[in-house]
Every structure is written in C-alpha cells, then in structure tokens.
C-alpha cells in the first residue's frame, strides 16, 4: 500500500505546538509507531517548530506547514517555512564535554534532533525552509 501524505499548516506560534503534536501524533498512533519512536519524534518536532516560531519571522507573521507520511516501517516529517533562510544542520554540533556554563547558547536542540532522529536534511528552495526528519518505527 502507498503511505499517504498528510499536511497541517498553521501560524508559526508557538501557542500552536500542541496542535503541531497532536496532529503528528493521531496519524503515528494510527500507524502503529512505537512509543519510543513517537515521543523521539514529538522532542525534535517541538524542538524544530518552536524554532521556526522563534526565529523564521522576526518582523512579520508567517505559516509552518508540516507534512506526514507514513510508511510501513518509517515516519518522514517536513516541516517547511517561508521565513528567513536558515539551515541549522550548517551549524557545528555544540562541544557537549564541555560543562553547561562553558558551551555558547544555542545548537543543543538540533544537536539532540540528529541523534534522536534516523535522518535529517534541510534544503531551501523557492523561498522555502525546507527540513525533512525520518525516524524508524
């Protein structure tokens, strides 16, 4: 059977986390997704909406889409913004041996994002953010 595609869109609000999470997680639990698998899922969802609702519009309003496919074995989430381009897979991952006080602010979230997820990837094209993370059941 072909997996299917779903696509939620709304504000980039960080008021609208919990229907991001709701969302992803009613088409997961239809699915058969893991627990373990689901909440690694909801900390680099929240992790990556949270940061498109920070930082993708400083000076204006926009939308997150947030796209779900399902498949036998494996979830593909892409999370696609029309804010300022960024790619935070460009960053280095932060010095983690280092103590909480000596390490720069920021990074930890997509830091913990890569290591949970199977996948992650980032492409800006159209005028589009476009992040892609695939986790395994």
Do not use: W
């Amino acid at each position: 059977m072909e997996p299917k595609t779903y696509e939620l869109t709304v504000p980039a609000d960080v008021d609208r986390l919990h229907d991001v999470l709701a969302f992803v997680d009613d088409l997961l639990e239809q699915h058969d997704c893991s627990m373990k698998a689901q909440m690694q899922i909801n900390v680099a969802l929240e992790e990556l909406f949270v940061n498109i609702a920070h930082y993708a519009y400083p000076d204006s309003a926009g939308k997150a889409t947030i796209r779900v496919c399902v498949h036998s074995e494996y979830a593909e989430i892409t999370l696609i913004d029309s804010g300022i381009p960024y790619d935070p897979l460009a960053k280095p991952d932060p010095d983690i041996t280092l103590g909480a006080q000596d390490r720069p602010i920021g990074g930890l979230g997509i830091f913990m994002t890569k290591k949970l997820m199977d996948y992650v990837s980032y492409e800006y094209k159209n005028g589009r953010n476009i992040l892609t993370i695939k986790k395994v059941f």
